[in-house]
């Protein structure tokens, strides 16, 4: 019986409000929906669907903090506890992390639609300036609604406005291996990871079905289907044709799964 890896965690990193920045951390409180914090604000049009980089790239510019105190396990936001949110040639933006008391109707992220917390009008006034068209920040309701994962891969777990699972975990050794392919090479965060591990051999994540990470349980359900994310540089908001191009050629759903329906997309965690 094989050894099992003994990679370890380097950074952890949490996206506050979906396909805005994200913040690398120290320490995250879990949650049944992943860290705490993770993709609980989306910003969304005046439809109330959700807004994402793949067509608003301008969010990647979107720079977000919490308090340091935030990330601590029991720790609760008082009247003076802010998101703060900044972004190019726009004045900074509190969100106050007491939970609203307006409700938004019809909010909807890929097949979920539901209410959500609307955070305002100053909010909504700084979004759609910022992105020229009529714009909304909502926040996940838990209280009133659950967003499933789908079934057949982790069944009876949860989101907030995450594409599809509670984490994503990628390795260094992975992204060492792509950028020796890549004529410049790219960082993490075009990947946007919640765990990053290092000393494993390249794509060995791919295999895993269980993880221990300190007492804790992780289970490996199903890799990444990348979409045009990671083509979109970071600093610039201006995408490219890589990583995408150089990953279609050995990570494609035709190369890792031959026998099965083939998307034409690339299925890795990078």
């Not at 305002?120 to 910022?130: C, L, P, T, V």
């Not at 926040?139 to 609604?145: G, T």
Request: contains cysteine; aromatic residues 10%.
């Amino acid at each position: 019986m094989a050894e099992p890896t003994a990679a370890k965690v380097t950074s952890i990193f949490i996206y506050p409000i979906k396909s805005c920045r994200g913040i690398s951390v120290s320490q995250a409180a879990l949650t049944s929906t992943g860290f705490r914090w993770d993709r609980q604000w989306l910003v969304v049009n005046s439809k109330g669907r959700a807004y994402t980089q793949r067509v608003e790239p301008k969010l990647a510019l979107v720079e977000v903090t919490l308090p340091n105190e935030a990330f601590s396990e029991s720790w609760e936001p008082s009247k003076s506890s802010y998101l703060v949110i900044k972004a190019p040639g726009m004045d900074v933006l509190n969100v106050s992390l007491s939970k609203p008391s307006e409700i938004s109707n019809g909010v909807s992220v890929w097949e979920w639609s539901g209410s959500a917390f609307d955070e305002g009008a100053e909010a909504s006034k700084w979004f759609s300036y910022y992105l020229g068209k009529p714009s909304r920040l909502v926040r996940f309701n838990e209280v009133s609604e659950t967003r499933a994962v789908d079934p057949n891969y982790a069944r009876g777990y949860k989101v907030m406005f995450s594409d599809g699972y509670p984490f994503l975990l990628l390795s260094q050794g992975s992204l060492d291996a792509l950028n020796k392919l890549l004529k410049d090479p790219l960082p993490v965060n075009r990947f946007r990871p919640n765990i990053l591990v290092d000393g494993c051999e390249p794509f060995s994540e791919d295999l895993w079905k269980e993880m221990r990470i300190n007492k804790l349980t992780f289970h490996g359900v199903k890799l990444c289907s990348r979409c045009k994310v990671p083509t979109i540089n970071q600093d610039t908001a201006i995408a490219g044709s890589e990583p995408t191009q150089t990953l279609m050629k050995f990570r494609s759903d035709k190369i890792l799964r031959p026998t099965r329906k083939q998307q034409g997309k690339v299925n890795s965690n990078l």
